[in-house]
């Protein structure tokens, strides 16, 4: 897991699927005032086959499905 302190910015964004399709990651934003843990990183790989939500400031927001 990746954790990102307030202010700093994944420095994995560029090559990141769930930034760089829409550019929407949260964990991307440098103005961010939040803690984001990506769970998306786990040993110096990006996991792919995933879900990031826009409106996700931690990176932990999870999906509901009814």
């Known amino acids: 897991m990746l954790v990102l302190k ?3 910015a994944c420095p994995h964004s560029a090559r990141c699927p769930y930034h760089s399709a ?3 990651c949260y964990g991307a934003r440098s103005d961010r005032e939040t803690v984001f843990r990506c769970s998306h990183y786990v040993n ?3 996991l792919e086959g995933g879900v ?7 990176g932990q ?3 509901l499905v009814d």
């Not at 990031?52 to 931690?58: A, C, E, I």
């Open 61 to 63: 927001m999870q999906v």
């Open 44 to 46: 110096g790989q990006i």
């Open 6 to 8: 307030e202010g700093e």
């Open 22 to 24: 829409m550019n929407e």
């Open 52 to 58: 990031r939500l826009p409106q996700d400031k931690t």
